[in-house]
């Protein structure tokens, strides 16, 4: 992300640099919410599943998403109540 991020945003495209975080996490939600669905409704295994939901690895914002929404998964207990509870 960070070598992205330096090569990306800078000079005129600097300003755009806010919205990444923004975008990441739109797209790393809605791929998560797939791989969620996918392996734990479905019981399709994660190997699959990921490797369906990149797509060959085409789409790096899908991508970048996806793995960000696994780690917070992994590491942070009860995310999604945290997240999307009042």
Not at 46 to 52: H, K, Q
């Amino acid at each position: 992300m960070r070598a992205r991020r330096a090569l990306c945003f800078t000079g005129d495209n600097a300003k755009w640099a806010p919205l990444d975080d923004l975008f990441l996490t739109m797209e790393g939600l809605g791929q998560w919410a797939a791989f969620a669905w996918t392996t734990r409704g479905r019981g399709i295994d994660t190997g699959t599943a990921v490797r369906e939901l990149r797509r060959g690895g085409r789409l790096w914002s899908q991508d970048e998403g996806l793995v960000l929404f696994l780690l917070v998964d992994r590491l942070v207990p009860d995310w999604q109540s945290r997240a999307f509870t009042r």
